[in-house]
């Protein structure tokens, strides 16, 4: 299982009770069974959003990501950004959600968790779940 940066931005207390648990519960079970992953993209759009967007304090946004930083974390590097850059022309997705389904792909995870892809959707074998929808 991947995640995207909302599920992380949902574990936050500054967020409605619904959503924080769904977020809090996925998160937990991926930490414990070592089962999860996510991309350096992600942690830096975490933190940048954690303390800008939700005025979450450094410390606290720096514990959130060094905790979700114990998955597995897909670095981004030359190859997975030229294949983003491929990817979102074949899929007619945004960069940046290229960027986050190769990183998925690369992770070997066959689910994404995200908000912001369309449910259901399957990238390269990447089926996109939203944990949110009512």
Known sequence: M???TNVFLYTLEAVETRK????VALVRTALESGLGSTSTQVLNEFYS???GKYRIPRPEA???VHAFGR???VPLDGTLVAAAVDYHQIAQISYWDALIVRAAVA???TILYSEDLAPGQVYEGVRVVNPFAA
């Open 2 to 4: 991947f995640f995207d």
């Open 20 to 23: 924080r648990d769904v977020a």
């Open 49 to 51: 959003n954690a303390v």
């Open 62 to 64: 720096r514990r959130h």
């Open 71 to 73: 998955l597995a974390v």
């Open 107 to 109: 992770s070997r995870s």
